[in-house]
């Protein structure tokens, strides 16, 4: 037999043999030994790793297939798929979809393959990235629903595959029990119990290393589909195998020895003790199986010497608390058991704890998944899971990667328990509840502390301790979430509802959160350390009780379930009073002390509120007695108060993070977790207890009792007079909130959907996306309701209108807004709901200021409005005793003694409490009981009731009742102490009826006290325990407080009369209340009167007034009275002190407004004169010139303001003026296409972008196929570069002077602020309007109109100018103009031609052969020139039809840039004989004869850009240049162009089109104007050229199809116009800006004449324009046959030489589409599909940020390292190749665009918006996106005008990282 080491031939040959004698050929036993032994030692784990394990794999494969080919065999088995399931298995970062309209369970997902292949559309779906892994649902019936399924998994397909042939998988059967142990002991091997030290990671990193293709080979297995999938699943699950195999029994050593090390491995988790070692060893080989039963207690596991001492279990410094967690561990009994006990009995329960062991690695955990569509191994898995829930928590707690480890948890577990027929058979066979809610309990056990609420020494209540690793890193959050989504299930949810020690359990959890992160006031110096442990607080509150709790509410939803909720309430009720006795409570909290976690309490509010709401229970049957109530409400209490104390500040000492709190507390996400329940269970106290109790509670916890007496001083104990107002306002608008809250007392879900809507729009416009965060969802996913549901979307077009994305000039970008409707606003706009869900405090003035702003635009309320009453939704009756607060007699005291206070201008009151107060009286009058019956009789009544100060509880009679005298106790300072009391005889006549006229006292706190003493006595026997002393004493400050006398006050008012009395006070005017019944009865019957709906406070005393009189006809009549009695003034004074304030600081506005009015006025003014003086320095008014021009005087120079001297003067010689300038590279130019129809992004492999025909592409080859066959410096002034990082100079228009600009650059270098700019790279903001720029373009000295005096019309001809132009030349050689003397002005002038040159990269401007000749320097200067010209144009939208000045009109910068040009130009002199001036303008001799061999010959004439020749010309002639030498300039070089345009039209036409067109012209030839008459000039080209080899070549196939269309004259005439319109723009353009005048406008078939008009081209003889001709336009310097046979000779000869060549460099094609960014498609899914997953070209990986240019299409990475050249990332370096670099990018992954700008970038924004209008960015909602055009189109709008650096604001370094 051969060794392990066999060569693959003879393995395979083995492997054939042993699978025949092992399927029945005889010999079957010895065959079964052999390949025993065979395995054995193939795959024996061998130390070397790597080698060996190859060949073990290789033995494998060939033993499976039998010693068929691996491939073969694969597709066999694939062959006998019953694919129903996808099952595909995904790690974190993968994108994939879930779609809510189909999923069954919430974390339904879906691969993209199966998602495209169903049908979503209109679906509520989205693209997510896995943040911790998951699998394909598609196909699992019970996750999803069917109809959502793909195409490929729809099919029920199990039926018709066929049966498994047996000896295809029965080799399988032998071999892969052997090779799964062999994994097995590998990893027994690897892993080493650390010592006391942590365990070393770098072992097991190792060790998975080495088995990476060990589970590889078993996940290559899984995905041969279900038939091999069934056999895994028998080999894993099969206990048989796992005893022959793994027991350790057996002679085989090494087995034993691994044994050995597993149960090592096992101990050392902390599963078995010491003493045991022994004992276990013996009966481990006793009965071959791995028990470890376990008895006594948990703490011993400290014992065992393996290492856990490390744990943080047992490191807990509290021992009172470890000895009281242990004892009541202990008592239960099965805890231990779940804890401590685990049993191995097959393969895969030892493979997932070594999983569990290594901590999860990602290749066993999909290997793991990946088995999961086999249904009996899906069962096995998760028994097996649950059985190891123990250890995967101890292993989490002790892990250090506990992020991925949780990740991965979750990974797997989300499959398992999302199942609910699977959650409920395990929980049924394996207590998966008890496991999972014991082993929450314990991992929590590990972080207790005690706890410091209310009583600090003797409390017994332990609670987490928020800094522990376990919360702040939240650790807890896999064991949470599978708890979670097992409650999700209502069979498994039922089972822990019904289950009485489970729900104990839990509550027992829950109160582990009760009161934890205490808060404690610092009363003296700031806190040193802020703790931020308040995050993980409110998390595990969250995530650990609410969560879970929403849960199970959502099973409670019909009246059936009344049992659970009975269940609940009980035990919470139970748990809380534990935690009552526990911190030692009595009836007083604790002061300063406040926590916001209260989840007992919620727990027990919920529960309430859902029984009455949907369950119909009775409410009283459920609730505990008045003593537990009163104990209940004390602590929301205390947070409700506490928030107020936040707000007012008195809470600073202990940092922002209070304040982080707070706003926590009330956040959408918490709110209806935290806030809602707390205030429900108030509302719920309130309603059932007493109500003067209540009111004196909430006024107690506030601290404002002192504040509320008559007196107009007071001494507070327990409030510094600063808190006072804030607190006070703080205690009237929780009262207001409380009364008016309906949230849980009656509102349907649908109202409350609205009411919570309404509240957010109102505080401002919000977007789709931000609506939905801030709608306080029910946070237990699985609740039902859903956030895209279609409530919310037909809700939120019920209340609100959409303001679709807008733009802004400024570039800003809109988002798509919801603004609420009018109707809203004055309907249902609810200031309580407002305040209720702000976080920030401005929300609720931001609130207000929209209302005051709707009420002014639409007429309704020009003032300062006050928030609106809204009317309530009705109670529901469980809650009806909430409405006795309105009706009793402590509020109506406090409500009196207030509006008594506001109207004597006592301190520390506000509007605000006025508002208040008012709202609470219009409560209690919304509210009455029923009418009164017999008013008169009611006086009768009063005289039972002495002490007190009203007569009844209801609110409408005691509004009427009048206070006569109040007896108050006041400091002896007080001024109520200097009067002498009344007699108490000195009542005056009504006296009878108002108590005898005894003053009355009032103590809340007395009342208070009094009223709990009853209860409790009444309650129970244990009165005896309240004797604990009260521990209120301990703050109030005795001894500071002055003495208190007492003083009686005369009052005699009553609430009305108050009010009446406000109402002249707000008015500012005696009398200003008039009853409105006097003139019209009817407001009596119909109250509801839209005219005081909206008003401010006077609006408000008026509408209670109404109301209280239709209320009671006795109110009715005292209002009369009391308006019939003139009213003496309130005050003495006209106007009250506060008033007046009031008024002197509205004057004080007033003024201070209109001397910034004046200001800003004058500073307008001021910079319109500087702006029309700064920018009128180029262009002025033609007709002036004129006149200057005629009048011959001597004219002033140009003058320019600095903008940083402030000076204004001409530009000189020594002191140089210059423009702010940006000078820029640019590659716009040469993305130019001659295709008409735009380039799309490619989103396929078919589609590909070649950039061969874009400009820059074409002008690249013609340049290098000129410098093949000519001279190297006649080509480089053949032609014009800079197509592609061409210079493009920008200004704002302002100017400064340059030695002041170097002094600001000194200023800018020397700043220390962080600038989004680099000044050494000489970059700076222009100091006026602070655009961006980075360079100076020095003013030429000079007259600025002298070039409008050599326009006076010389009549010389046309010969004498072309000399004249000559000489000019020819003088320009001889002496270069100021050079020699070296100026300030020259030497700026080199300076920004360096910058210009260093503007744009080396290669740009290298064209030349020889490297550094000047002919480069000449051929870049003249085409910064041209780039420049025909940028212009571009951004004219490539014509010049519109005309008019130059848009950029002020802001150009040619002129100034051709001055500077062309002094550089002077020095390089053009040899005479060179010049092709000449060539133009004279026959030259033949001197072909004389030119040697082989020198190359010049670029012929016809070859050489025309427009560049003009460039040339201009630049080299003197400076200003003269009009008419211009024009003879242009003249002379049309001619060379039309001859050009008529070359180029000979090749193009046909043979037999070129005879016909070259004999009918013939004949024109010798007529008078034959120079003039395109036919006989193409006739004469035509015969010309026929005498080189020019067109003997046959015709070429792409000329033939050229010329297959027939040319009529008139096309003809029409080509040739097209051909020369290019040139005549940039002339046209060069001449507006070197001698100013206006560019006409036109239509566009007009656009030859009127530019050649312009030129100056046309004839003056020239009338009619129906027989125009562009021919009649020519000016010949010389016969023009002769000059044509010239040039023509050039090309012939050249012919002869390379004849294939000519016509190519012929034809050019002028005709070039304006510059656009790439089309994208209307889906961005489109593109996401295509490139996320596409490789990248340099790397061949997938990038981790993928990107793509916008301009050229190609795909690169972002960031990505690997694609690094140079120390530059790819997008940085494709930035500088394919836009001279700007780069525009979009990431992929990110939907957003990205700008690089040189060596700044900026994020863009998005042009991909949802279906609301709002990006998202990073995809994170993973809503389809659809292309914005108009953004887009901004967005070319600035890559084409250059503007990226002027609009972007956010510029940052990329430092080439990008």
Request: overall charge negative; hydrophobic content about 35%.
């Given at each position: 037999?051969?060794?392990?080491?066999?060569?693959?031939?003879?393995?395979?040959?083995?492997?054939?043999?042993?699978?025949?004698?092992?399927?029945?050929?005889?010999?079957?036993?010895?065959?079964?030994?052999?390949?025993?032994?065979?395995?054995?030692?193939?795959?024996?784990?061998?130390?070397?790793?790597?080698?060996?394990?190859?060949?073990?794999?290789?033995?494998?494969?060939?033993?499976?297939?039998?010693?068929?080919?691996?491939?073969?065999?694969?597709?066999?088995?694939?062959?006998?798929?019953?694919?129903?399931?996808?099952?595909?298995?995904?790690?974190?970062?993968?994108?994939?979809?879930?779609?809510?309209?189909?999923?069954?369970?919430?974390?339904?997902?879906?691969?993209?393959?199966?998602?495209?292949?169903?049908?979503?559309?209109?679906?509520?779906?989205?693209?997510?990235?896995?943040?911790?892994?998951?699998?394909?649902?598609?196909?699992?019936?019970?996750?999803?629903?069917?109809?959502?399924?793909?195409?490929?998994?729809?099919?029920?397909?199990?039926?018709?595959?066929?049966?498994?042939?047996?000896?295809?998988?029965?080799?399988?059967?032998?071999?892969?029990?052997?090779?799964?142990?062999?994994?097995?002991?590998?990893?027994?091997?690897?892993?080493?119990?650390?010592?006391?030290?942590?365990?070393?990671?770098?072992?097991?990193?190792?060790?998975?290393?080495?088995?990476?293709?060990?589970?590889?080979?078993?996940?290559?297995?899984?995905?041969?589909?279900?038939?091999?999938?069934?056999?895994?699943?028998?080999?894993?699950?099969?206990?048989?195998?796992?005893?022959?195999?793994?027991?350790?029994?057996?002679?085989?050593?090494?087995?034993?020895?691994?044994?050995?090390?597993?149960?090592?491995?096992?101990?050392?988790?902390?599963?078995?003790?010491?003493?045991?070692?022994?004992?276990?060893?013996?009966?481990?080989?006793?009965?071959?199986?791995?028990?470890?039963?376990?008895?006594?207690?948990?703490?011993?596991?400290?014992?065992?010497?393996?290492?856990?001492?490390?744990?943080?279990?047992?490191?807990?410094?509290?021992?009172?608390?470890?000895?009281?967690?242990?004892?009541?561990?202990?008592?239960?009994?099965?805890?231990?058991?779940?804890?401590?006990?685990?049993?191995?009995?097959?393969?895969?329960?030892?493979?997932?704890?070594?999983?569990?062991?290594?901590?999860?690695?990602?290749?066993?955990?999909?290997?793991?998944?990946?088995?999961?569509?086999?249904?009996?191994?899906?069962?096995?898995?998760?028994?097996?899971?649950?059985?190891?829930?123990?250890?995967?928590?101890?292993?989490?707690?002790?892990?250090?990667?506990?992020?991925?480890?949780?990740?991965?948890?979750?990974?797997?577990?989300?499959?398992?328990?999302?199942?609910?027929?699977?959650?409920?058979?395990?929980?049924?066979?394996?207590?998966?509840?008890?496991?999972?809610?014991?082993?929450?309990?314990?991992?929590?056990?590990?972080?207790?502390?005690?706890?410091?609420?209310?009583?600090?020494?003797?409390?017994?209540?332990?609670?987490?301790?928020?800094?522990?690793?376990?919360?702040?890193?939240?650790?807890?959050?896999?064991?949470?979430?599978?708890?979670?989504?097992?409650?999700?299930?209502?069979?498994?949810?039922?089972?822990?509802?019904?289950?009485?020690?489970?729900?104990?359990?839990?509550?027992?959890?829950?109160?582990?959160?009760?009161?934890?992160?205490?808060?404690?006031?610092?009363?003296?110096?700031?806190?040193?350390?802020?703790?931020?442990?308040?995050?993980?607080?409110?998390?595990?509150?969250?995530?650990?009780?609410?969560?879970?709790?929403?849960?199970?509410?959502?099973?409670?939803?019909?009246?059936?379930?009344?049992?659970?909720?009975?269940?609940?309430?009980?035990?919470?009720?139970?748990?809380?009073?534990?935690?009552?006795?526990?911190?030692?409570?009595?009836?007083?909290?604790?002061?300063?002390?406040?926590?916001?976690?209260?989840?007992?309490?919620?727990?027990?509010?919920?529960?309430?509120?859902?029984?009455?709401?949907?369950?119909?229970?009775?409410?009283?049957?459920?609730?505990?007695?008045?003593?537990?109530?009163?104990?209940?409400?004390?602590?929301?209490?205390?947070?409700?108060?506490?928030?107020?104390?936040?707000?007012?500040?008195?809470?600073?000492?202990?940092?922002?993070?209070?304040?982080?709190?707070?706003?926590?507390?009330?956040?959408?996400?918490?709110?209806?977790?935290?806030?809602?329940?707390?205030?429900?269970?108030?509302?719920?106290?309130?309603?059932?207890?007493?109500?003067?109790?209540?009111?004196?509670?909430?006024?107690?916890?506030?601290?404002?009792?002192?504040?509320?007496?008559?007196?107009?001083?007071?001494?507070?104990?327990?409030?510094?007079?600063?808190?006072?107002?804030?607190?006070?306002?703080?205690?009237?608008?929780?009262?207001?909130?409380?009364?008016?809250?309906?949230?849980?007392?009656?509102?349907?879900?649908?109202?409350?959907?609205?009411?919570?809507?309404?509240?957010?729009?109102?505080?401002?416009?919000?977007?789709?996306?931000?609506?939905?965060?801030?709608?306080?969802?029910?946070?237990?996913?699985?609740?039902?309701?859903?956030?895209?549901?279609?409530?919310?979307?037909?809700?939120?077009?019920?209340?609100?209108?959409?303001?679709?994305?807008?733009?802004?000039?400024?570039?800003?970008?809109?988002?798509?807004?919801?603004?609420?409707?009018?109707?809203?606003?004055?309907?249902?706009?609810?200031?309580?709901?407002?305040?209720?869900?702000?976080?920030?405090?401005?929300?609720?003035?931001?609130?207000?200021?929209?209302?005051?702003?709707?009420?002014?635009?639409?007429?309704?309320?020009?003032?300062?409005?006050?928030?609106?009453?809204?009317?309530?939704?009705?109670?529901?009756?469980?809650?009806?005793?909430?409405?006795?607060?309105?009706?009793?007699?402590?509020?109506?005291?406090?409500l009196f003694t207030l509006l008594y206070k506001i109207l004597m201008d006592h301190q520390n009151l506000s509007e605000h409490v006025l508002c208040m107060v008012l709202y609470l009286i219009e409560l209690g009058l919304e509210d009455s009981p029923e009418q009164e019956s017999d008013e008169e009789d009611s006086v009768g009544e009063h005289e039972r009731?002495?002490?007190?100060?009203?007569?009844?509880?209801?609110?409408?009679s005691n509004m009427r009742h009048f206070i006569n005298y109040v007896r108050v106790r006041v400091p002896e300072t007080a001024p109520e102490v200097k009067r002498e009391p009344p007699a108490s005889t000195s009542s005056d006549g009504l006296a009878s009826s108002q108590n005898s006229g005894t003053a009355q006292v009032f103590s809340l706190v007395a009342?208070?006290?009094?009223?709990?003493?009853?209860?409790?006595?009444?309650?129970?026997?244990?009165?005896?325990?309240?004797?604990?002393?009260?521990?209120?004493?301990?703050?109030?400050?005795?001894?500071?407080?002055?003495?208190?006398?007492?003083?009686?006050?005369?009052?005699?008012?009553?609430?009305?009369?108050?009010?009446?009395?406000?109402?002249?006070?707000?008015?500012?005017?005696?009398?200003?209340?008039?009853?409105?019944?006097?003139?019209?009865?009817?407001?009596?019957?119909?109250?509801?009167?839209?005219?005081?709906?909206?008003?401010?406070?006077?609006?408000?005393?008026?509408?209670?007034?109404?109301?209280?009189?239709?209320?009671?006809?006795?109110?009715?009549?005292?209002?009369?009275?009391?308006?019939?009695?003139?009213?003496?003034?309130?005050?003495?004074?006209?106007?009250?002190?506060?008033?007046?304030?009031?008024?002197?600081?509205?004057?004080?506005?007033?003024?201070?407004?209109?001397?910034?009015?004046?200001?800003?006025?004058?500073?307008?003014?001021?910079?319109?004169?500087?702006?029309?003086?700064?920018?009128?320095?180029?262009?002025?008014?033609?007709?002036?010139?004129?006149?200057?021009?005629?009048?011959?005087?001597?004219?002033?120079?140009?003058?320019?303001?600095?903008?940083?001297?402030?000076?204004?003067?001409?530009?000189?010689?020594?002191?140089?003026?210059?423009?702010?300038?940006?000078?820029?590279?640019?590659?716009?130019?040469?993305?130019?296409?001659?295709?008409?129809?735009?380039?799309?992004?490619?989103?396929?492999?078919?589609?590909?972008?070649?950039?061969?025909?874009?400009?820059?592409?074409?002008?690249?080859?013609?340049?290098?196929?000129?410098?093949?066959?000519?001279?190297?410096?006649?080509?480089?002034?053949?032609?014009?570069?800079?197509?592609?990082?061409?210079?493009?100079?920008?200004?704002?228009?302002?100017?400064?002077?340059?030695?002041?600009?170097?002094?600001?650059?000194?200023?800018?270098?020397?700043?220390?602020?962080?600038?989004?700019?680099?000044?050494?790279?000489?970059?700076?903001?222009?100091?006026?309007?602070?655009?961006?720029?980075?360079?100076?373009?020095?003013?030429?000295?000079?007259?600025?109109?002298?070039?409008?005096?050599?326009?006076?019309?010389?009549?010389?001809?046309?010969?004498?100018?072309?000399?004249?132009?000559?000489?000019?030349?020819?003088?320009?050689?001889?002496?270069?103009?100021?050079?020699?003397?070296?100026?300030?002005?020259?030497?700026?002038?080199?300076?920004?031609?360096?910058?210009?040159?260093?503007?744009?990269?080396?290669?740009?401007?290298?064209?030349?052969?020889?490297?550094?000749?000047?002919?480069?320097?000449?051929?870049?200067?003249?085409?910064?020139?041209?780039?420049?010209?025909?940028?212009?144009?571009?951004?004219?939208?490539?014509?010049?039809?519109?005309?008019?000045?130059?848009?950029?009109?002020?802001?150009?910068?040619?002129?100034?840039?051709?001055?500077?040009?062309?002094?550089?130009?002077?020095?390089?002199?053009?040899?005479?004989?060179?010049?092709?001036?000449?060539?133009?303008?004279?026959?030259?001799?033949?001197?072909?004869?004389?030119?040697?061999?082989?020198?190359?010959?010049?670029?012929?004439?016809?070859?050489?850009?025309?427009?560049?020749?003009?460039?040339?010309?201009?630049?080299?002639?003197?400076?200003?240049?003269?009009?008419?030498?211009?024009?003879?300039?242009?003249?002379?070089?049309?001619?060379?162009?039309?001859?050009?345009?008529?070359?180029?039209?000979?090749?193009?036409?046909?043979?037999?089109?070129?005879?016909?067109?070259?004999?009918?012209?013939?004949?024109?030839?010798?007529?008078?104007?034959?120079?003039?008459?395109?036919?006989?000039?193409?006739?004469?080209?035509?015969?010309?050229?026929?005498?080189?080899?020019?067109?003997?070549?046959?015709?070429?196939?792409?000329?033939?199809?050229?010329?297959?269309?027939?040319?009529?004259?008139?096309?003809?005439?029409?080509?040739?116009?097209?051909?020369?319109?290019?040139?005549?723009?940039?002339?046209?353009?060069?001449?507006?800006?070197?001698?100013?005048?206006?560019?006409?406008?036109?239509?566009?078939?007009?656009?030859?004449?009127?530019?050649?008009?312009?030129?100056?081209?046309?004839?003056?003889?020239?009338?009619?324009?129906?027989?125009?001709?562009?021919?009649?336009?020519?000016?010949?310097?010389?016969?023009?046959?002769?000059?044509?046979?010239?040039?023509?000779?050039?090309?012939?000869?050249?012919?002869?030489?390379?004849?294939?060549?000519?016509?190519?460099?012929?034809?050019?094609?002028?005709?070039?589409?304006?510059?656009?960014?790439?089309?994208?498609?209307?889906?961005?899914?489109?593109?996401?599909?295509?490139?996320?997953?596409?490789?990248?070209?340099?790397?061949?990986?997938?990038?981790?940020?993928?990107?793509?240019?916008?301009?050229?299409?190609?795909?690169?990475?972002?960031?990505?390292?690997?694609?690094?050249?140079?120390?530059?990332?790819?997008?940085?370096?494709?930035?500088?190749?394919?836009?001279?670099?700007?780069?525009?990018?979009?990431?992929?992954?990110?939907?957003?665009?990205?700008?690089?700008?040189?060596?700044?970038?900026?994020?863009?924004?998005?042009?991909?918006?949802?279906?609301?209008?709002?990006?998202?960015?990073?995809?994170?909602?993973?809503?389809?996106?659809?292309?914005?055009?108009?953004?887009?189109?901004?967005?070319?709008?600035?890559?084409?005008?250059?503007?990226?650096?002027?609009?972007?604001?956010?510029?940052?370094?990329?430092?080439?990282?990008?």
């Amino acid at each position: 037999m051969a060794g392990a080491g066999a060569s693959g031939r003879e393995k395979r040959a083995m492997a054939a043999r042993l699978k025949a004698a092992l399927s029945g050929g005889g010999g079957e036993s010895g065959a079964a030994a052999e390949l025993q032994a065979l395995l054995e030692r193939a795959l024996a784990p061998a130390p070397g790793g790597g080698e060996a394990a190859a060949e073990a794999l290789e033995w494998c494969r060939c033993l499976l297939s039998g010693g068929e080919p691996w491939e073969g065999f694969v597709q066999a088995v694939r062959a006998y798929d019953p694919a129903t399931l996808c099952g595909l298995v995904w790690t974190a970062n993968f994108v994939a979809y879930r779609c809510r309209t189909c999923g069954i369970s919430p974390c339904m997902s879906l691969c993209a393959e199966c998602f495209h292949q169903g049908e979503h559309a209109g679906h509520d779906y989205n693209m997510f990235r896995s943040q911790a892994g998951g699998a394909c649902d598609c196909g699992d019936g019970n996750v999803m629903r069917e109809a959502g399924f793909c195409k490929r998994h729809r099919m029920k397909s199990s039926s018709n595959v066929p049966c498994v042939p047996k000896d295809l998988l029965m080799m399988s059967e032998l071999v892969l029990p052997q090779f799964i142990f062999s994994l097995i002991q590998y990893l027994r091997e690897g892993y080493n119990e650390p010592a006391l030290d942590l365990p070393s990671e770098k072992d097991l990193h190792r060790i998975l290393q080495m088995l990476e293709p060990h589970v590889s080979f078993l996940e290559d297995l899984t995905k041969m589909g279900g038939a091999m999938r069934s056999v895994l699943t028998q080999v894993l699950t099969n206990q048989q195998f796992y005893k022959d195999l793994s027991s350790g029994v057996g002679e085989n050593a090494c087995a034993k020895k691994s044994h050995e090390k597993y149960l090592i491995a096992l101990k050392g988790s902390g599963l078995a003790f010491p003493e045991d070692k022994l004992a276990c060893g013996m009966q481990e080989q006793a009965s071959g199986t791995s028990t470890l039963a376990i008895q006594g207690l948990a703490g011993a596991t400290t014992t065992s010497g393996q290492g856990e001492s490390s744990d943080e279990e047992d490191q807990d410094g509290s021992q009172g608390v470890g000895k009281r967690k242990r004892v009541k561990l202990s008592s239960s009994t099965k805890d231990q058991s779940i804890m401590d006990v685990l049993k191995h009995k097959c393969f895969l329960e030892e493979l997932l704890f070594w999983t569990i062991k290594y901590e999860f690695p990602q290749k066993m955990v999909t290997f793991l998944l990946n088995m999961l569509p086999d249904q009996d191994y899906k069962i096995a898995f998760t028994k097996t899971f649950v059985q190891h829930y123990a250890f995967i928590m101890k292993t989490l707690k002790k892990s250090h990667e506990s992020d991925t480890m949780s990740n991965r948890i979750v990974h797997i577990s989300v499959q398992l328990f999302s199942n609910e027929e699977l959650a409920r058979q395990v929980t049924e066979e394996c207590q998966l509840l008890d496991i999972m809610v014991t082993v929450l309990l314990y991992m929590m056990e590990s972080c207790l502390i005690k706890s410091e609420l209310q009583d600090e020494e003797n409390s017994l209540h332990v609670v987490v301790n928020c800094g522990e690793a376990l919360l702040k890193n939240n650790t807890y959050w896999p064991l949470v979430s599978d708890f979670i989504n097992i409650l999700s299930h209502q069979s498994v949810a039922k089972k822990f509802l019904e289950d009485h020690s489970l729900l104990v359990t839990w509550m027992n959890f829950v109160s582990f959160f009760q009161g934890m992160n205490l808060n404690k006031r610092e009363l003296n110096e700031h806190v040193e350390f802020e703790s931020q442990t308040y995050y993980a607080a409110f998390a595990a509150e969250l995530e650990a009780c609410a969560q879970p709790m929403w849960g199970l509410l959502s099973h409670c939803k019909v009246r059936e379930t009344q049992e659970y909720t009975r269940n609940v309430v009980r035990y919470c009720l139970e748990a809380l009073q534990d935690w009552f006795d526990a911190i030692n409570f009595v009836d007083e909290p604790a002061p300063n002390q406040v926590t916001f976690h209260l989840p007992l309490h919620r727990y027990y509010a919920m529960f309430l509120s859902k029984a009455v709401k949907c369950q119909e229970l009775d409410m009283d049957s459920i609730l505990p007695d008045q003593e537990m109530l009163m104990k209940l409400m004390i602590h929301p209490l205390q947070i409700q108060a506490s928030l107020s104390e936040i707000h007012s500040n008195m809470w600073v000492r202990n940092g922002l993070q209070i304040k982080g709190q707070a706003m926590t507390y009330v956040q959408s996400h918490f709110c209806n977790s935290m806030i809602d329940p707390d205030i429900y269970l108030l509302q719920v106290c309130a309603s059932r207890l007493d109500p003067d109790y209540f009111i004196s509670s909430v006024f107690e916890r506030f601290k404002v009792v002192d504040l509320l007496t008559m007196a107009s001083q007071h001494q507070n104990t327990v409030l510094d007079s600063e808190h006072e107002r804030s607190m006070l306002e703080g205690a009237l608008t929780f009262l207001v909130i409380l009364l008016s809250l309906r949230l849980h007392l009656g509102m349907t879900d649908d109202e409350i959907l609205r009411a919570e809507m309404v509240a957010q729009l109102c505080m401002n416009d919000r977007t789709h996306s931000s609506l939905l965060d801030l709608i306080p969802e029910n946070p237990n996913p699985k609740s039902g309701i859903v956030p895209g549901s279609l409530s919310f979307e037909s809700m939120l077009s019920a209340v609100a209108d959409f303001k679709a994305p807008v733009f802004e000039p400024g570039g800003s970008m809109q988002q798509g807004m919801y603004t609420p409707k009018a109707d809203i606003w004055d309907k249902e706009f609810d200031p309580v709901m407002v305040i209720l869900r702000t976080v920030y405090r401005r929300d609720v003035q931001s609130a207000m200021d929209r209302y005051t702003a709707f009420l002014k635009q639409s007429g309704k309320f020009p003032g300062n409005p006050w928030p609106p009453y809204k009317k309530r939704t009705p109670l529901h009756p469980s809650y009806k005793g909430l409405m006795k607060l309105l009706h009793c007699k402590t509020l109506h005291i406090v409500l009196f003694t207030l509006l008594y206070k506001i109207l004597m201008d006592h301190q520390n009151l506000s509007e605000h409490v006025l508002c208040m107060v008012l709202y609470l009286i219009e409560l209690g009058l919304e509210d009455s009981p029923e009418q009164e019956s017999d008013e008169e009789d009611s006086v009768g009544e009063h005289e039972r009731c002495h002490d007190s100060w009203f007569p009844d509880n209801n609110l409408v009679s005691n509004m009427r009742h009048f206070i006569n005298y109040v007896r108050v106790r006041v400091p002896e300072t007080a001024p109520e102490v200097k009067r002498e009391p009344p007699a108490s005889t000195s009542s005056d006549g009504l006296a009878s009826s108002q108590n005898s006229g005894t003053a009355q006292v009032f103590s809340l706190v007395a009342e208070r006290r009094k009223k709990f003493q009853e209860i409790i006595n009444r309650n129970s026997s244990e009165a005896s325990q309240v004797v604990r002393p009260k521990t209120s004493m301990k703050w109030s400050a005795p001894g500071a407080t002055p003495q208190l006398t007492t003083a009686i006050l005369e009052i005699k008012e009553s609430i009305l009369s108050l009010l009446i009395k406000l109402h002249h006070k707000l008015s500012g005017k005696q009398n200003s209340y008039y009853p409105p019944w006097f003139d019209d009865m009817e407001v009596l019957i119909q109250p509801e009167i839209p005219k005081y709906s909206h008003g401010d406070g006077m609006t408000a005393v008026e509408r209670i007034l109404l109301k209280a009189a239709v209320q009671s006809r006795l109110n009715k009549r005292i209002i009369e009275e009391i308006c019939r009695k003139v009213t003496p003034p309130v005050p003495p004074k006209k106007i009250s002190p506060a008033e007046k304030k009031t008024l002197d600081k509205e004057e004080r506005r007033q003024k201070a407004r209109e001397r910034q009015q004046k200001l800003l006025a004058e500073f307008a003014s001021r910079q319109k004169s500087f702006m029309e003086t700064a920018m009128d320095v180029e262009s002025p008014d033609a007709d002036t010139a004129m006149e200057i021009a005629t009048s011959e005087q001597h004219v002033s120079e140009a003058v320019y303001d600095c903008v940083i001297c402030g000076q204004s003067g001409p530009s000189t010689e020594d002191r140089p003026t210059g423009l702010v300038v940006l000078l820029q590279a640019s590659s716009v130019l040469g993305q130019c296409r001659n295709s008409t129809e735009p380039k799309k992004l490619p989103t396929s492999e078919e589609e590909q972008i070649y950039p061969s025909d874009t400009c820059a592409a074409v002008h690249d080859v013609r340049l290098t196929t000129l410098q093949r066959y000519f001279k190297d410096s006649s080509c480089l002034q053949a032609v014009s570069i800079g197509w592609e990082g061409g210079v493009y100079v920008q200004t704002c228009g302002h100017t400064l002077h340059i030695d002041c600009h170097k002094s600001y650059m000194e200023s800018l270098r020397n700043d220390q602020v962080l600038q989004g700019f680099s000044v050494d790279k000489g970059e700076f903001t222009c100091p006026l309007c602070r655009q961006f720029a980075n360079s100076v373009l020095p003013c030429y000295p000079g007259n600025n109109v002298e070039r409008s005096l050599l326009q006076c019309h010389s009549n010389k001809s046309m010969q004498d100018l072309i000399k004249e132009v000559e000489e000019l030349q020819e003088q320009l050689g001889t002496f270069p103009v100021s050079i020699s003397s070296e100026t300030n002005l020259s030497k700026e002038m080199e300076s920004v031609m360096k910058d210009i040159k260093s503007t744009t990269q080396k290669k740009y401007t290298d064209y030349s052969k020889t490297p550094g000749s000047p002919d480069n320097d000449f051929l870049f200067m003249y085409s910064v020139a041209r780039t420049n010209l025909e940028l212009e144009l571009v951004h004219r939208g490539g014509n010049l039809c519109l005309g008019g000045a130059s848009t950029a009109g002020k802001r150009s910068c040619l002129n100034q840039l051709f001055h500077v040009l062309a002094m550089h130009m002077r020095l390089y002199s053009i040899d005479s004989a060179y010049n092709p001036w000449r060539k133009l303008t004279q026959l030259m001799q033949d001197r072909n004869s004389q030119m040697s061999s082989e020198e190359l010959p010049e670029v012929p004439v016809l070859y050489r850009d025309v427009s560049s020749l003009l460039l040339i010309q201009i630049l080299t002639m003197p400076q200003p240049l003269c009009k008419e030498h211009f024009t003879c300039i242009v003249k002379v070089l049309f001619t060379l162009l039309y001859t050009q345009a008529l070359a180029a039209f000979s090749v193009k036409c046909s043979a037999e089109d070129r005879v016909a067109w070259k004999n009918s012209g013939a004949l024109k030839k010798n007529t008078s104007n034959g120079e003039k008459s395109w036919e006989a000039l193409l006739s004469h080209v035509i015969s010309e050229l026929s005498k080189g080899k020019m067109f003997e070549e046959g015709e070429t196939e792409e000329l033939a199809m050229v010329s297959s269309s027939v040319w009529s004259p008139d096309s003809i005439e029409c080509y040739l116009q097209q051909f020369c319109l290019p040139f005549l723009r940039i002339t046209c353009l060069l001449q507006h800006h070197l001698f100013g005048g206006d560019l006409p406008s036109c239509q566009e078939d007009e656009e030859f004449t009127v530019l050649t008009n312009c030129l100056g081209l046309l004839p003056s003889s020239f009338q009619s324009p129906h027989q125009f001709t562009s021919a009649s336009c020519l000016d010949w310097p010389v016969p023009a046959f002769n000059m044509i046979s010239q040039w023509c000779l050039e090309l012939a000869s050249f012919a002869d030489r390379h004849a294939e060549q000519v016509k190519v460099l012929l034809i050019q094609e002028p005709k070039w589409d304006l510059p656009c960014l790439l089309q994208l498609p209307e889906n961005y899914n489109t593109i996401f599909q295509y490139y996320h997953r596409k490789t990248c070209t340099v790397c061949t990986k997938v990038p981790k940020d993928p990107a793509v240019c916008l301009v050229c299409g190609t795909f690169v990475c972002l960031k990505g390292l690997c694609c690094k050249q140079q120390s530059y990332c790819e997008c940085v370096l494709h930035s500088q190749n394919c836009g001279a670099g700007t780069g525009i990018f979009l990431l992929i992954n990110a939907s957003v665009i990205i700008i690089i700008r040189g060596h700044r970038f900026c994020l863009w924004g998005s042009v991909y918006l949802d279906a609301h209008g709002e990006e998202d960015r990073d995809l994170r909602r993973g809503k389809p996106l659809y292309i914005c055009k108009e953004r887009y189109k901004v967005l070319e709008q600035q890559w084409v005008s250059h503007t990226f650096d002027h609009i972007n604001k956010r510029w940052g370094p990329h430092y080439n990282g990008l």
